[in-house]
């Protein structure tokens, strides 16, 4: 740690020291002939006489770029698709400060027959933005063949737990988007969802620490939105992915992305579908004592077996038609459907306090669920003038639907070969979520300088949940109801939002202030149970963000912003998933949402080296809690409120590159968690400091052939609160190749070749003292084919909706299953 730390500070003064020197920047704008902006276009800065990349970027949706750089002369470089290589014979760069103006550079549209040709640009992998950070997903070649989980936990910041579970910079509580829509899935089901995307669907993530008052107050520690790839050339053209993954078990993520835009309208549509079996391997040892906590009474050691088989078919189509140059309304729809099946062979030795058997438990569970999502969605944005002043709406309905089939058989063994009995459950768990949303939102310019935004949301959620399980008995050799676990479980919630921003620049000064105000009320009733409550609250939620741009290499930033986070519906649903008759999983109806208040200071030094340093308060922090029951030896995991929690931590990472075919990014994240509350009755105070780091290397072989090596490390770090994860960490490669005129690309990545990706933690709190280890199949080899057709002029994006839903989806979720 000590070595992380000097490394981290060694980084710093380096950024300090740099900038001390007589830097200047150059800025210019890229359009196309007839003076339109080519957003993304890649800018390459090389050494004048010297073939060494100095700089690289890439144009924003205006067209424009700004890049530090030393005193000098310099050549200039700049690529899109479709056109014709800018290349400028030499640009004098001055120092101290200056900005230099490389003015507008029109790019030639190619004559080459695009039909046949497909021109591709180069992005980097990480861009780091003032409201954000941008992974951009296939700048990684080990990113083919993988999913969208795992995705998410190379990027820099994110951490995925054992069971799925998103963190940023070490807290919990994220919300996560698709093209700026909920999920509205958490847990186990939004697990499910990430691991069935495959990653050649995905373009960019977004990682938002700080979000504005545009955006839902739900998520403790951010939001992250998931792009998705969407045609952007006239006339009709696709993208296949074929992949084959091969781990202990095969997988098969496939899709095909059709597009087509002409005139006034726009079609777009994909289909997907992934094939993913695996297992997971899972070993607890509990150790129980006595009422008064001191003699060893009996030992657990149980060995888990799971596997697991999913087969996700995912259908999105849509289209766009502009009504006139301002106007254009679009209706999408979508479908998925998954018929997934979790089983576990469990083993369980009892030993008593003295270390001799007193009788083993064998289970076999299994749990199948033909799961299944649709939705639809309607938006109008209406342009009032050029400056930028327009209104948008959306109108979302989206429903989910799950019947979950589970069984539980156990059986109870003596040393000498007897039986006691056997205990075989049932549960059909069916669930049903209906979720209605409409948002408005008006932006208004001031200027050229300011603007001001605003908006109003309205949603309903309706969940129908009904646990019917029963038991057999021997006696009377049927099915009884077993009314302890028997629940029926309705949830209605009505959230109504109204916000407001303000947003100016003033010389080097940019400010942003908001006020986002969310009404909530929630019904519960347990029918089953005779048990029901009401939640009727209001809640403000303020942000605020203040730049300072000292000069062209560094620009500071300050934001503060309040948030919440609601529990997830599956979470307050009281199902029971069985591992065995020992080892469960439950639901909590009396959660409560928790509360955080996070500060962030931040500095950018030249666009590639940038260091934040956070602050976060949290209340209410609804957590997993092991339970146990003394007597019968139970144990289950469930979500209750149990404690506050204060966050501080600093995050730096680098993106550069080195050489022009070597290019770098790193990110480490030092961070300190301490929760203090009560659990299970006994007092709960846990600290520990913390560190993640990410790294990938990218290679330029030849102008075709590509090769990466990445990784991330975790060291020690609370889980949840109540359980100590021990360091993890994976080393991973990939080789790239692009075939057939560039048109299709094939890639080759191994993931963990080494085998070392593997969780250990053990929860030691009152009485209960739990062990756990778990590896899955996680070292795989996997092979991608990508093949691009159609015409490849570039065009103006279509439309990415965000949607009117963009905090209820997120928070559908708890299957259960791994």
């Known amino acids: 740690m000590k070595k992380i730390l000097v490394l981290l500070m060694a980084l710093q003064v380096f950024a300090y020291s740099v900038s001390a020197q007589t830097n200047g920047s150059l800025k210019g704008k890229v359009t196309d002939s007839t003076g339109k902006a080519i957003e993304a276009a890649t800018i390459e800065i090389y050494k004048k006489g010297n073939a060494k990349l100095q700089k690289m970027a890439t144009s924003s949706k205006e067209g424009a770029f700004e890049v530090s750089l030393a005193e000098g002369i310099y050549e200039l470089s700049v690529s899109a698709i479709g056109y014709h290589t800018f290349k400028s014979k030499e640009i004098n760069v001055k120092g101290n400060g200056e900005v230099n103006n490389a003015g507008t550079i029109g790019l030639q549209q190619s004559a080459a027959n695009l039909k ?16 954000k950070m941008v992974v951009n997903v296939d700048a990684y070649i080990t990113n083919a063949g993988s999913n969208a989980l795992e995705v998410l936990e190379k990027s820099p910041g994110v951490t995925v737990d054992r069971d799925g579970n998103i963190s940023l910079k070490g807290k919990t509580g994220v919300i996560v988007l698709v093209d700026g829509k909920q999920t509205y899935l958490s847990g186990a089901d939004l697990a499910n969802l990430l691991r069935n995307t495959p990653s050649n669907q995905l373009e960019t993530v977004e990682i938002m620490t700080q979000p504005s008052a545009k955006y839902d107050a739900s998520g403790n ?64 040892v509990r150790k129980f004592t006595d009422v008064n906590g001191e003699e060893l009474v009996s030992v657990f050691d149980q060995e888990s077996k799971n596997s697991f088989v999913g087969r996700n078919t995912t ?67 209406k342009r009032f003038d050029t ?60 200027g050229k300088a300011g603007k001001i935004e605003a908006g109003v949301k309205s949603s309903l959620v309706q969940t129908d949940n009904d646990a019917q399980y029963t038991l057999w008995d ?42 986002r105000m969310e009404h ?43 948030r919440i986070e609601r529990p997830n519906y599956q979470d307050m649903n009281p199902f029971q998933y069985f591992l065995d008759q020992f080892t469960y999983r439950q639901g909590n109806p009396m959660l409560q949402p928790q509360f955080s208040n996070n500060i962030e200071l931040s500095h950018n030094f030249k666009g590639v080296l940038n260091t934040t340093i956070n602050f976060t308060q949290t209340t209410d922090v609804i957590n997993d809690v092991l339970k146990q029951n003394q007597e019968t030896k139970v144990t289950y995991l469930t979500k209750e409120n149990v404690a506050k929690r204060r966050n501080i931590g600093i995050a730096m990472s680098y993106n550069q ?63 949840a609160a109540m359980m100590v994860a021990e360091p993890m960490g994976v080393v991973s490669c990939g080789f790239s190749k692009q075939i057939l005129k560039t048109k299709g690309t094939v890639k080759i990545n191994i993931i963990d070749p080494f085998y070392i990706q593997k969780f250990r933690g053990t929860t030691q709190h009152g009485p209960i003292d739990v062990n756990i280890k778990s590896q899955w199949d996680n070292r795989r080899v996997g092979f991608t084919f990508v093949y691009r057709f159609g015409t490849q002029q570039q065009q103006a994006a279509p439309r990415r909706r965000s949607g009117s ?12 299953q791994q």
Not at 663 to 689: M, Q
Not at 691 to 719: C, H, P, V
Request: charged share 20%; net charge positive.
């Open 116 to 131: 046949d040709v497909t021109v591709t640009a180069k992005k980097p992998m990480v861009e780091v933005k003032p409201d």
């Open 221 to 284: 520690s951010g939001i992250i939105n998931i792009r998705t790839k969407k045609g952007r050339q006239n006339g009709f053209n696709g993208t296949v992915n074929l992949g084959y993954i091969q781990g202990v078990y095969p997988k098969s993520p496939t899709s095909i992305s059709l597009n087509y835009k002409k005139n006034k309208i726009n079609w777009f549509g994909n289909a997907s579908y992934g094939y993913w079996q695996g297992f997971s391997n899972l070993n607890l």
């Open 315 to 381: 259908i999105r189509t849509g289209i766009d038609y502009s009504i006139d140059k301002m106007t254009t309304i679009g209706f999408q729809i979508f479908g998925t459907y998954n018929p997934r099946t979790f089983s576990a062979n469990s083993t369980a030795h009892i030993y008593n306090g003295k270390g001799i058997l007193d009788s083993t438990n064998v289970a076999y569970s299994q749990n199948k669920d033909p799961w299944k999502n649709g939705g639809m969605n309607l938006n109008l944005r």
């Open 387 to 446: 400056t930028g002043r327009e209104l948008s709406a959306d109108l979302d309905y989206i429903v989910y639907r799950s019947r979950s089939k589970q069984t539980s058989d156990n059986h109870t063994y003596y040393p000498d070969g007897s039986t006691p009995g056997t205990l075989f459950i049932n549960g059909y768990l069916p669930s049903n979520i209906n979720i209605y949303s409409v948002k408005v939102d008006y932006v208004h310019p001031l």
């Open 474 to 515: 021997e006696g009377q050799e049927t099915w009884v109801n077993d009314t302890g676990r028997t629940n029926h479980f309705l949830y209605d919630e009505n959230i109504n939002a109204v916000y407001a921003s303000y947003n100016r620049e003033i010389g080097k000064w940019s400010i942003q202030a908001g006020l």
């Open 520 to 562: 909530t009320y929630a019904t519960g009733d347990q029918i089953t149970k005779d048990s029901s409550f009401t939640r009727n609250y209001a809640q403000l939620f303020p942000t605020a963000y203040l730049s300072y741009k000292l000069n062209p290499k560094n620009t500071f930033t300050m934001s503060y912003g309040r």
């Open 657 to 719: 590159p080195l050489t022009k075919w070597w290019t770098v990014s790193l990110y480490g994240n030092l961070f300190n968690n301490y929760f203090e509350g009560v659990v299970n009755n006994e007092p709960l105070k846990a600290d520990i400091t913390s560190f993640t780091g990410n790294m990938n290397n990218q290679f330029k072989i030849t102008k075709t052939w590509s090769a990466e090596l990445s990784g991330f490390y975790r060291s020690k770090m609370l889980d």
């Open 805 to 816: 839903a963009t905090d209820e989806q997120n928070r559908v979720g708890g299957s259960g």
